[in-house]
């Protein structure tokens, strides 16, 4: 699970909106998946993990099994945003193929 807490002030700034919104929007979305029968909520994690996984060296190919996931927002006690991601089967190579490959360095947006 991958957790992040993003000031009030960054959410205004870069996704024009507060993190009150932000957090509604999640519950909405949520329901809505949850009544419909969609197993992932909130995001789609393809792209970013198939750029990590061929910055890493790791079989891009995983990505279709690794991409189902849940993102759950909730305001913080500072009025800031936390967000949690929760990938439940997240393929990860740990012998042979991209693991004698030096890491490359990840960069946040914020």
Excluded: W
């Amino acid at each position: 699970m991958a957790e992040v807490h993003i000031p009030s002030l960054e959410i205004e700034k870069h996704l024009h909106c507060t993190p009150a919104q932000m957090v509604e929007f999640g519950k909405m979305t949520t329901t809505g998946a949850q009544l419909s029968g969609q197993i992932g909520v909130n995001a789609h994690y393809a792209n970013a993990l198939a750029a990590l996984y061929i910055a890493c060296g790791q079989d891009a190919a995983c990505v279709a099994e690794s991409a189902i996931g849940i993102t759950r927002m909730e305001l913080s006690d500072d009025g800031g945003l936390y967000a949690s991601v929760t990938l439940p089967n997240l393929m990860v190579g740990t012998v042979g193929g991209g693991t004698g490959l030096q890491l490359r360095r990840l960069v946040s947006i914020f």
